[in-house]
């Protein structure tokens, strides 16, 4: 049988701290967040994001939505957070909130137990068409009389 593989690979983090880096040119700021994965709290892993005086950047806004954090500047609510990410958080959808991720799972598995049923049913209907294929190439004696051994 198959193995479960999901479509995504969300792994959940939790932000440990972040701090800002102010010289930027142009108005534009840094924002380090440092996290740590849920399952391996040792490994650290620093996140850069640039943006205006707003925090109007799209992955810094997608970072504090998943984190469930109306006021992206509010840095004050980031630690202890927890958030997932995939692909290393390069892109604006590469954060999702945790419950975002365990919809997706739970959508990935129902689809694979979908398919496994398809392909079982698609699998009886071969077998009972192959069945049907025999028959009549060896007709009702050839069947009959495999049935009446099996039976004695």
Known sequence: MRKFT???????YRVKKI??????PDEFFTFHVLATPIRDPQNEVILQFTTDLGGNGQRF????????????LDLD???GRVFTM???GEKHDDFASLEYASACLQADRQAFHAAGGYAAQCADE???ELAMARF?????????RR????AG
Request: no cysteine; glycine share 6%.
């Open 6 to 12: 999901p479509t995504f690979d969300f792994a959940a």
């Open 19 to 24: 701090d800002l880096d102010a010289a930027q």
């Open 61 to 72: 806004q997608s970072l504090a939505s998943a984190l469930g954090i109306n006021l992206a």
């Open 77 to 79: 609510a980031y630690p």
């Open 86 to 88: 995939k692909n290393g």
């Open 126 to 128: 071969e077998e009972a």
């Open 136 to 144: 009549d190439e060896a007709g009702i004696e050839s069947v009959a």
């Open 147 to 150: 049935v009446a051994r099996r």
